[in-house]
T-cell receptor, first 116, second 113 residues
């Protein structure tokens, strides 16, 4: 089992640049989550998808952030333009039948973003 | 637990002793609780969960206790090992609020050899 795969693992970018984070969920899982982790705010849910459809994006901080899931095996989180306060670890996670019968979500290793 | 603040509580235990990590929650409508372990540089890893209609659940070397009266959750780790050193998060799910999984602040467990 390959687990949730995220890329890049680390990224350093300049303020104003576009950042794209990628995620491949566990095969067969139909729920996908994007979380952000910072020292100040801990782990925050940004958005989650069921069957490729965004269900709750109330955690997305502002219009600079967008997430897509064009198919069951791929999702992106974009930040445009990026700002230093976006520096954080961004986790993707997936689950089988979240909200129906599944209560376990599996996290990737995270994408460590630094905006300078 | 609220996910705010810079300071992470730390529990230091001797290898071989039992560890008890506590978590308080505020919403009586929470349906499920989950404990996650996060090692340095890694993503959170599922440990054990418990439904709100239960008060105890056991896994391998871990036990979760739920006291709904005082809105308190605990994770007990038996015979703590160096590999247990990590940050532990409790998380709650409220079905009536869109099944969001909300994390607490976390507790750092440090195991002394």
């Amino acid at each position: 089992d390959a687990g949730v795969i995220q890329s890049p693992r680390h990224e350093v970018t300049e303020m104003g640049q576009e950042v794209t984070l990628r995620c491949k969920p566990i095969s067969g899982h139909n729920s996908l989550f994007w979380y952000r982790q910072t020292m100040m705010r801990g782990l925050e849910l940004l958005i989650y998808f069921n069957n490729n459809v965004p269900i709750d994006d109330s955690g997305m901080p502002e219009d600079r952030f967008s997430a897509k899931m064009p198919n069951a095996s791929f999702s992106t989180l974009k930040i445009q333009p990026s700002e230093p306060r976006d520096s954080a670890v961004y986790f993707c996670a997936s689950s089988l039948e979240w909200g129906v019968s599944g209560n376990t979500i599996y996290f990737g290793e995270g994408s460590w973003l630094t905006v300078v | 637990g609220e996910s705010v603040g810079l300071h992470l509580p730390t529990l230091s235990v001797q290898e071989g002793d039992n560890s008890i990590i506590n978590c308080a929650y505020s919403n009586s409508a929470s349906d499920y609780f989950i404990w996650y372990k996060q090692e340095s540089g890694k993503g959170p890893q599922f440990i054990i969960d418990i439904r709100s209609n239960m008060d105890k659940r056991q896994g391998q070397r871990v036990t979760v206790l739920l006291n709904k009266t005082v809105k308190h959750l605990s994770l007990q780790i038996a015979a703590t090992q160096p590999g247990d050193s990590a940050v532990y998060f409790c998380a709650e799910i409220i079905r009536s609020s869109g099944d969001k999984l909300t994390f607490g602040t976390g507790t750092r467990l440090a195991v002394r050899p």
